[in-house]
């Protein structure tokens, strides 16, 4: 098949602001292409994506989902990434068999049934938005079969009551490396972003006496600044962002990985990640594994970053 790729409009592709979907879209495609199909990839302008067919649009990127309340208007930016994203997709739709959405935003489900190429999605987000949400429930009654989920667990907190396809994630593991000894350091690897609650992991840290080494996009540099007033005596290290190789060989020396998610996270590469690199994970039972009340409260009873 022709497949058209449709990325994240919250940032350029391959710069880390799109958190996992980034790695998610480059394991598909390989595993696709790897498969005879030919992939296209659609991504805004300052994407890089090594070996695989990208074509860039000018524009200005989204403001992301999880800094708007559930019920706000959706924001479009004047000049927006996204639509031009999407009016290149539908001037090239006749050259591809199908077209694939990863963004958790209105315009492409509310465009699906207005192209002749069937558009399909992969949602990468838990049920955040109601007006894209409502979107969507009418995307899967009009199209049922069309939407995709990590987990069902996912797909279940938009309350559908249809069936989604669930598609799991990924990773190659050729590009983590086993590490039999560990050095006496915690990781967290993550946007550096309130959703993630980095606080939580630096006060495990603090409480345990281990560095806690924290990679990840620096999204948020209010939010970090907060967290080390808020922690003091944790022992933070912020090693950077960094491509998978360099990435994985850090993640490999810690003892273990801390998980600290605030909001339903999708999936959360990273915990699959750090096994492949054999180091455990500790985390909340919250997101895409499983969702409920956890202990967090305890472990961090101070003030919230709001
Ligand atoms: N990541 C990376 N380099 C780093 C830190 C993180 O490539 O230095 C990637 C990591 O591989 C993962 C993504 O950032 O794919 C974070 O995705 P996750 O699904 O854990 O959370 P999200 O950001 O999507 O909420």
Redesign the pocket.
Known sequence: MRILLMSTSVGPFGS?I???????IYNLAQELMARSHQIQLVAPVGSSADTLALTTIPGEVHPFAQNESRSADIRVPARSVLNAMWQFAQTLQHSYDLILNFAYDWLPFYLTPFFDTPVAHFV?MGSLLDPIDDLIRQCAHRFPHRLGAYTQTQADTFGLGLPWQILSSGIDLNLYEYQPQAEPALAW???IAP??GLEDAAAAAAATGLELRI???MQDESYWQWVQSQVPAAQLTY??????P??QA?LGRCQGLLMT?KWI???????I?ALACGVPVISYARGAHRNHQTWQDRLFSGTRWH
């Not at 799109?18 to 790695?23: A, D, I, K, M, T």
């Not at 090693?239 to 998978?244: A, D, Q, R, S, V």
């Not at 996270?265 to 915990?271: D, L, S």
């Open positions: 880390g799109g958190g996992g979907v980034e790695l998610t990468s690897v993550a946007r959703e993630k990679l990840g996009k090693l950077g962002f960094h491509p998978t360099v990435m850090h998610p996270e999708a999936f959360g590469n990273v915990a990640e």
